[in-house]
């Protein structure tokens, strides 16, 4: 299957501070990836879609501002969070479809980026 | 109500065992259906397409039934590997809108 990759794989970062967190297709070009989040213990909860060359779309209540999210080529989406709190500590996972597969509908996974935030 | 609900378990089975999972979805409009796993704090990596006419994988078998909205995943002789979270997926509209269940803990015991 596609390969998805995050970096870093974890963060830990004192309270306002922004952490960059990076998505990568490695072998195919993904003109849309997810963000989720996952709280423990809790479903994995969509953020937003990245659209390379355009703006994020943004699930209802998730801040656009705070989480910011940029597609800048085919193969990178970038998630940062500003101003990080301690409720913002999370697993973030960013997926990707293939349109190269079969079924254009599953998605592939990053390996998540746990953040702490102190 | 949740869009796609699971039984969140923990099933504890011995090795060996067969178990079942259910899940059910509320949105009628919904396309597709998956089951990915869930290992502890790792990512979902998907396990099985749905499909209406059911399908098998080895040990494992997805089944779908429209009518009443469920879907199953059957585990056959189960292995202590097995032990994971399984996420029940389903995708609604056109648009693909991906829709997550909280997912059904197994724990598979010597």
């Known amino acids: 299957g596609a390969v998805v990759s995050q970096h870093p794989s974890w963060v830990i970062c004192k309270s306002g501070t922004s952490v960059k967190i990076e998505c990568r297709s490695l072998?195919?070009?993904?003109?849309?990836m997810f963000w989720y989040r996952q709280f423990p213990k809790q479903s994995l909860m969509l953020m937003a879609t990245?659209?390379?060359?355009?703006?994020?779309?943004?699930e209802q209540g998730v801040e656009k501002d705070k989480f910011l999210i940029n597609h800048a080529s085919l193969t990178l989406s970038t998630l940062t969070v500003t101003s990080a709190h301690p409720e913002d500590s999370s697993f973030y996972i960013c997926?990707?479809?293939?349109?190269?597969?079969?079924?254009?509908?599953?998605?592939?996974f990053g390996p998540g980026t746990r953040l702490t935030v102190l | 109500r949740k869009e796609v609900e699971q039984d969140p378990g923990p099933f504890n089975v011995p090795e060996g065992a067969t178990v079942a999972f259910n899940c059910t979805y509320s949105?009628?409009?919904?396309?597709?259906f998956f089951w990915y796993r869930q290992d502890c704090r790792k990512e979902p990596k998907l396990l099985m397409s749905?499909?209406?006419s059911g399908n098998e994988d080895g040990r494992f078998t997805a089944q779908l039934n429209r009518a009443s909205q469920y879907i199953s995943l059957l585990i056959r002789d189960s292995k202590l590997s097995d032990s994971a979270t399984y996420l029940c997926v389903v995708n609604v509209g056109g648009g693909f809108k991906t829709i997550f269940g909280a997912g059904t803990r197994l724990f598979v015991k010597a």
């Open positions: 949105n009628s409009a919904s396309q597709s």
């Open positions: 990245s659209n390379e060359g355009s703006k994020a779309t943004y």
């Open positions: 072998d195919f070009q993904a003109t849309t």
């Open positions: 997926s990707a479809r293939d349109p190269g597969q079969g079924r254009t509908d599953t998605q592939y």
């Open positions: 749905v499909y209406s």
